[in-house]
């Protein structure tokens, strides 16, 4: 075999493979959850993951009115990204069902809230806590302004989960403030979710 190519043969072109939206995650395998209508939310949300989720929920609503099934693992990130997803929730026909296969804190609580219907795995846990402000540098007048805006999205947020769990503001408020820390039995009775996904086996026999 020669070492070198003859200059006259090309190999078959190929067309690049997507790069995966999920970090560490194989894109074949983000590429088969996909057709199965399931978009992954894992890690911190950025201004990155989330353009990622936008497209892949945006394409899959229109594709066809069947549920699409959004897998949420992420501790939180960044409320004007999480903010982005939301926006895209919001304009779907396609109903979205979430689900908490580990985690969900912060940000990403903002997600949660804006799905269909939420459901968590046993052993997820949630973290009541207020979302991250980007960092802002600037001008005295710029920074307050972005305060501003982070005060008025962080309202939204508070407003949102009220509506979901049927708690006052005031308590999410004070929760949030506090970082309460939930398991999924306690989601569940405190509202974020509407059901425990149980074990479908009965166990080793």
Do not use: C
């Not at 939930?182 to 479908?200: F, H, M, N, Q, R």
């Amino acid at each position: 075999m020669p070492l070198f190519p003859h200059p006259h043969h090309q190999p078959e072109w190929q067309p690049p493979h997507p790069p995966a939206l999920t970090p560490g995650f194989p894109g074949w395998l983000e590429e088969r959850l996909f057709d199965q209508r399931i978009v992954m939310l894992r890690g911190q949300i950025t201004h990155e993951t989330a353009s990622g989720i936008a497209a892949a929920l945006l394409t899959l609503d229109s594709a066809g009115p069947e549920v699409v099934h959004l897998h949420v693992s992420s501790p939180g990130g960044g409320l004007g990204a999480a903010l982005s997803v939301v926006d895209v929730l919001d304009a779907l026909s396609a109903p979205v069902h979430a689900l908490v296969t580990s985690e969900a804190g912060g940000a990403a609580l903002a997600v949660l809230a804006a799905a269909d219907q939420r459901a968590a795995y046993r052993h997820a846990r949630f973290k009541l806590s207020e979302p991250r402000a980007a960092g802002v540098t600037g001008t005295a007048d710029e920074v307050a302004a972005a305060a501003g805006q982070h005060l008025r999205e962080l309202e939204e947020v508070v407003v949102r989960l009220a509506a979901i769990t049927g708690k006052p503001r005031s308590r999410i408020e004070d929760d949030l403030s506090a970082g309460r820390a939930l398991s999924a039995a306690e989601a569940l009775e405190y509202g974020l979710i509407d059901e425990v996904v149980t074990p479908k086996k009965n166990g080793p026999r």
